[in-house]
C-alpha cells in the first residue's frame, strides 16, 4: 500500500458538512460496554474550589480498543469549562477494560464521567473539621460573579449556528492511498467526528463509505486536518461534524 500527501487546506478555509447533535451511540443488544475499572473520581482544581460548584463534572466520550488501551477521547458538557484539562488527565490515567461482543473483545465508544470532589467540604460534611469553608469576602464575590453567569462559564457541544464563526480549518492535508500498482482510491466516504475545544478532529465514525481504501484514506485524513478552536459566546464548546470526502482515483501523482 502506497501512500500520498496533498495540500487539502489554507487558514480561513471554512469546512463543508452538516454539524450534528452530539450523541453517544447506544450499545448494542447482549454486549457488555466498555468498562472503567480505576476511580473518575478526582480533586477540585483549587481556583474553582471558592464557587461551590453543584456536582461538578465533566461529561467524556471515550473510544477504547480491543486491548482496552484507550484510544482518544472528546468532552462534550463540564460544569465549569476549566475543569477540562483536570479531566483530560484523569482520563487519561484511568484504566479500562475493553467492550466485548460475542465473547470476543472490540473496539467501542462509551460515555464516561469525571466528578470533582472539594476535600475540605467533604470534611465538613463528614464533621472532621469545624471551620466554615469560603467565608472570606473574596470568596464570597466570586461565589455571587459565578452565581450570576453559570451559563457563561458552563460547557457543552454546539450547534453550527450557536458558533461565533463558522468552523474553519487552519491545517491539512489530504491522504490518498493507492494499490502497488500506483493506482489511488476511487470513490465517497462520509465521517461523523467531533472537532474539540482546541480544534482537534475526535472520535470518527465511518457512516458511509464505497470501500475500505476510501474509508482509510478518510481517516487517515482527519489525522491530519486541524481547526480553529470553535467557541460559542467567547467561550469554548465543541462541535459534531458529518464530513463527505471524495477520491476521483487514477494514476499516482507525478513525481511520486
Known amino acids: 500500500m502506497i501512500v ?4 487539502l487546506s489554507v487558514a480561513g478555509v471554512v469546512l463543508g458538512g452538516t454539524v450534528l447533535s452530539a450523541r453517544a451511540d447506544n450499545p448494542t443488544d447482549g454486549a457488555q460496554p466498555v468498562m472503567v475499572r480505576t476511580s ?23 473510544t477504547v480498543d480491543e486491548e482496552s488501551r484507550l484510544v482518544e477521547f ?16 484523569a482520563i487519561r490515567e484511568t484504566i479500562f477494560e475493553a467492550a466485548t461482543l460475542n465473547g470476543r473483545t472490540v473496539q467501542s465508544t462509551a460515555e464516561v464521567r ?28 466570586s461565589r455571587r460573579i459565578y452565581a450570576n453567569a453559570k451559563e457563561h462559564h458552563g460547557f457543552r457541544h ?25 493506482r489511488t482510491a476511487s470513490g465517497r466516504c462520509v465521517v461523523d467526528y467531533y472537532v474539540d475545544h482546541l480544534g482537534q478532529p475526535r ?9 475500505d481504501t ?6 487517515l485524513t482527519l489525522q491530519q486536518l486541524r481547526f480553529a478552536p470553535p467557541t460559542r459566546a467567547g467561550q469554548p464548546t465543541c462541535v459534531k461534524v458529518r464530513q463527505p470526502f471524495i ?7 507525478a513525481g511520486s
Open 4 to 7: 500520498f500527501l496533498r495540500l
Open 114 to 141: 469525571v466528578t470533582f470532589f472539594d476535600p475540605e467540604q467533604r470534611a465538613l460534611q463528614d464533621g472532621l473539621v469545624a471551620r466554615p469553608f469560603g467565608s472570606s469576602s473574596a470568596d464570597a464575590v
Open 247 to 253: 477520491y476521483e482515483g487514477g494514476p499516482a501523482p
Open 74 to 89: 472528546v468532552a462534550v458538557e463540564a460544569t465549569h469549562h476549566e475543569l477540562l484539562e483536570r479531566a483530560a488527565q
Open 214 to 219: 476510501v474509508a482509510r484514506s478518510a481517516l
Open 158 to 182: 454546539s450547534d453550527q449556528a450557536e458558533l461565533d464563526a463558522p468552523l474553519a480549518m487552519t491545517a491539512g492535508k489530504l491522504v490518498v492511498l493507492a494499490d502497488d500498482e500506483g
Open 203 to 211: 472520535i470518527p465514525r465511518i457512516v458511509s463509505s464505497d470501500n
Open 40 to 62: 473518575l473520581e478526582v480533586r477540585l482544581p483549587e481556583k474553582l474550589r471558592a464557587l461551590l460548584l453543584e456536582k461538578p463534572m465533566v461529561r467524556c466520550l471515550v
